[in-house]
T-cell receptor
Framework: DAGVTQSPTHLIKTRGQQVTLRCSPKSGHDTVSWYQQALGQGPQFIFQYYEEEERQRGNFPDRFSGHQFPNYSSELNVNALLLGDSALYLC????????????FGPGTRLTVT | AQTVTQSQPEMSVQEAETVTLSCTYDTSESDYYLFWYKQPPSRQMILVIRQEAYKQQNATENRFSVNFQKAAKSFSLKISDSQLGDAAMYFCAYRRQYSGNTPLVFGKGTRLSVIA
């Protein structure tokens, strides 16, 4: 049983560019949440997807958008990249019927130069 | 808004000894969950232990146990018989209990070093 997978592992982009990160949830999970973890900080919640809709959103600008596909996988898109967007982006999956467990992927390290 | 505070940026412990990591949180909710996550250099966030706020009994998972003080809004993690593999960043996290999946609110973390 594969856990949560994310791609790519590392990514280097230039300021102003756009990036797409991908996440496949653990088998049986239907909810995907995205977190941003800046260096030396704890993860911060970006948004959550369930039934292909954004259900909850943290304090992030509209440059951050996402999508969930019918197979429950998800994408995180960031437009007009800023240097401050450099971070580890974590995806967490869960099953909506279970209210406490979230399983994390290994993350995508994004560097903006 | 809920906040989680970890006041110890770094801790160290001798192998086989016991160490306690501190966490306090602020919330006006009465129903919530608290977690300790471990993040090794591989970056994978791993759940160590979970505590439901309505349970008075402190959670225990093998060498890991918590001291949950609801009135004081304190949630510390005790690691007994520390092993080299315990070296990692440890994050305390809070989650409001609600239908569906509410987001996790994390502290800034404590870096634990284990000395052989």
């Amino acid at each position: 049983d594969a856990g949560v997978t994310q791609s790519p592992t590392h990514l280097i982009k230039t300021r102003g560019q756009q990036v797409t990160l991908r996440c496949s949830p653990k088998s049986g999970h239907d909810t995907v949440s995205w977190y941003q973890q800046a260096l030396g900080q704890g993860p911060q919640f970006i948004f959550q997807y369930y039934e292909e809709e954004e259900r909850q959103r943290g304090n992030f600008p509209d440059r951050f958008s996402g999508h969930q596909f019918p197979n429950y996988s998800s994408e995180l898109n960031v437009n007009a990249l800023l240097l401050g967007d450099s971070a580890l982006y974590l995806c967490a999956s869960s099953w909506r019927g279970q209210t406490y467990e979230q399983y994390f992927g290994p993350g995508t390290r994004l560097t903006v130069t | 808004a809920q906040t989680v505070t970890q006041s110890q940026p770094e801790m160290s412990v001798q192998e086989a000894e016991t160490v306690t990591l501190s966490c306090t949180y602020d919330t006006s909710e009465s129903d919530y969950y608290l977690f300790w996550y471990k993040q090794p250099p591989s970056r994978q966030m791993i759940l160590v232990i979970r505590q439901e706020a309505y349970k008075q009994q402190n959670a225990t998972e093998n060498r890991f146990s918590v001291n949950f003080q609801k009135a004081a809004k304190s949630f510390s993690l005790k690691i007994s018989d520390s092993q080299l593999g315990d070296a990692a960043m440890y994050f305390c996290a809070y989650r409001r209990q609600y239908s569906g999946n509410t987001p996790l609110v994390f502290g800034k973390g404590t870096r634990l070093s284990v000395i052989a």
